[in-house]
């Protein structure tokens, strides 16, 4: 029987400090992988903890290239291939259209695009016949969302995805997509609350969701049970993109 279970293989989360890579990092570390937590913080943050064996934390900016390269040679000199990467790493900026300026689509590009395009040109290498890579997304690449940095900056996260499950399906890489809509981490909580009402009453399901709740699409994607699951596009949003009312959350916030 296929199972959910990752036993013996080797996943890397970016952005694992606290919220959804943190939830990533505990649950895949509870199906048996070795993770590789890892994120900006010099120790390990508080927030990965697990009672699974296995679970290790490394420093590292994904927006820098020498910091993946040596992510890459550590994890090669203990002799361990890479099974899955998970690029959750992700900043937000909120500038309207009329107000945001070259340097703010730039911070967010850095982190959230070429944070990833890194993260998959270091670790590629290491990778085999079978492993799994999960872009971290949002329902803001799904629709025309407020914030203009931040959705453009996943709208292009979605292109690289694309790109990425192409270039590397010959190789036996899946490349996938999951797009969280209003979960409850600390990211979101910072959000305004006219946001929170306005989106709550675009998502059918009426409530917002949890991390762990994006976590377990994660670790369907990276398990042998989406094994014929590539280029996807997943929204983990109860429903909001699905009727595209996102203009009504913009409409609430001018």
């Known amino acids: 029987m296929v199972s959910l279970q990752l036993e013996g293989r080797t996943v890397v989360v970016t952005g694992a400090g606290q919220g959804q890579g943190a939830a990533e990092a505990r649950l895949l570390a509870a199906a048996g992988a070795r993770v590789i937590a890892t994120d900006l913080s010099d120790d390990r943050p508080d927030g990965v903890?697990?009672?699974?064996?296995?679970?290790?934390?490394?420093?590292?900016?994904?927006?820098d290239a020498s910091g993946w390269k040596d992510l890459a040679s550590w994890i090669g000199s203990r002799g361990w291939t890479v099974d899955g990467l998970v690029n959750n790493a992700g900043i937000t900026q909120r500038s309207r259209l009329l107000d945001a300026s070259v340097a703010d689509l730039q911070k967010v590009y850095e982190v959230n695009v070429a944070g990833s395009l890194l993260g998959i040109q270091a670790l590629a290498p290491l990778m085999g016949d079978g492993s799994s890579i999960v872009n971290v997304g949002s329902v803001a690449a799904l629709t025309a969302h407020y914030?203009?940095?931040?959705?453009?900056?996943?709208?292009?996260?979605?292109?690289?995805?694309?790109?990425?499950?192409?270039?590397?399906?010959?190789?036996?890489?899946?490349?996938?997509?999951?797009?969280?809509?209003?979960?409850?981490?600390?990211?979101?909580?910072?959000?305004?609350?006219?946001?929170?009402?306005?989106?709550?009453?675009?998502?059918?399901?009426?409530?917002?969701?949890?991390?762990?709740?994006?976590?377990?699409?994660?670790?369907?994607?990276?398990?042998?049970?989406?094994?014929?699951?590539?280029?996807?596009?997943?929204?983990?949003?109860?429903?909001?993109?699905?009727?595209?009312?996102?203009?009504?959350?913009?409409?609430?916030?001018?």
């Open 49 to 63: 903890t697990s009672a699974a064996d296995g679970l290790l934390y490394r420093r590292l900016d994904v927006a």
């Open 147 to 254: 914030p203009v940095a931040y959705t453009a900056s996943k709208w292009a996260l979605r292109g690289l995805s694309q790109v990425a499950a192409m270039e590397l399906g010959p190789r036996g890489i899946r490349v996938n997509t999951v797009h969280p809509g209003f979960i409850q981490t600390p990211m979101t909580a910072t959000a305004k609350p006219e946001f929170r009402q306005a989106t709550l009453a675009e998502t059918p399901l009426g409530r917002t969701g949890t991390a762990e709740e994006v976590a377990g699409v994660v670790l369907f994607l990276l398990s042998p049970l989406s094994s014929f699951v590539t280029g996807a596009d997943i929204p983990v949003d109860g429903g909001q993109s699905g009727h595209g009312g996102a203009k009504a959350v913009s409409d609430a916030l001018r």
